[in-house]
């Protein structure tokens, strides 16, 4: 009786095994075309949920003081980001290229001139003969210079276009980007609700909205902690440079906020600035001094303001959110970053919660040595 039910079933198991592996392909394949069709917008969306979700603080608050229109408030919001940060982004790159023009310019024409190294360059530690060598050739005979050094120099070239090509699509696409994260911060209360219901679809109701909540304060706490202290480095050391009359003080600066938003410390930039200071400024040793100090100081602020940002808010440890920042960056760039930090504080949570979740480890009593225990 039973073989024979058993016989009766198979080929119902079968079918029903057959039609869950064709659903699953078909789902599967769906799911790759999607990404196909999506992947050449796929950087521009994750850069504008990242700014959607960092800005939406501002948004609402601006919305709230507009009478709640909540289009109204995301389009001053875009206009306002591209006024601060890609119109000064623009004339700084335009300036470079001005420079890097007039270089160019004066090396064919042979009317660049250099002026005449001081003794005390030769004696740099390393490199201190050989850059004293170079500067008295360049001033002595810098056609003759520029000819040994062609095929670098050309290669250079090659090199910096290539980087202002990038830089200059990089601003585009970061231009597109404030413009959709506008789209979605107008449509923001909506795109809450749907994120809290995907991570309750997956999670549960217990964890998801917790997080959704962590993934959103992870994300604006990289904002805060990465990008604005490399903001507010390159704003303070490029104060400094401007008052110390460095020259390039502007091109100094963005360097440092690359430099930081990459994690890499800014002295690399103060401290030749401070070596300008005592070697080739007019300024007398009180006044170098001064500035070397604040150009230390500023070079060294973002270890101070790295711990007191980076972290406010999340429901994990500041060292999670900086080693998965810094991981992501290795591994995607500056977009990782946000990825980054976001994957490991929901794993941290996760694991911690699995944790959390397990049974209790009973305390095993201490057995007591000395006088007391012998003589029991």
Known sequence: MNRESDLDLTPRGASALMDVLIRAGLILALALLCYRVFAPFLTLLAWSLILAVTLYPMHQALARRIGGRQGLAATLVALAGVVL??????????????????????????????P???????????VGERAYALWSQAYEDM???VESMQPKI???????????AGI????????AAIVVAGIVMAFGQAGTRGVDAIFV?????????????????TIRAVAQGVIGVAFIQALLVGLCLLVAGVPWAGVLSAIVLVLGVAQVPAIIVTLPAIAWLW???????????????????????????????????VDAPMPVILIGALGGLATAG???????????ALGYQIFMGWVDAGPAVPVQPVAQDGPSAAGR
């Open 143 to 145: 056609p003759a210079l």
């Open 116 to 126: 005449p190294p001081r003794e005390s360059v030769a004696q740099w530690p390393v």
């Open 85 to 114: 940060i890609v119109l000064p982004t623009a004339l700084l790159m335009s300036s470079f290229g001005d420079s890097v023009r007039g270089l160019v310019a004066s090396v064919q024409d042979n009317s660049l001139q250099v």
């Open 168 to 175: 200059g699509g990089a601003l585009l696409m970061f231009l």
């Open 279 to 313: 070697t080739a400024s007019d300024h007398g040793t009180g006044a170098a001094t001064a500035y070397s100090v604040l150009l230390f100081v500023a070079g060294m602020a973002d270890n101070v303001l790295k711990p007191l940002m980076l972290g406010r808010g």
């Open 154 to 164: 050309g290669e250079l070239a090659k090199t910096a276009l290539g980087v202002v």
């Open 334 to 344: 500056i977009l990782g970053m946000f990825v980054g930090a976001t994957l490991l």
């Open 201 to 217: 679809r997956i999670a549960g109701p217990a964890r998801g909205s917790q997080l959704a909540a962590l993934s959103t304060a």
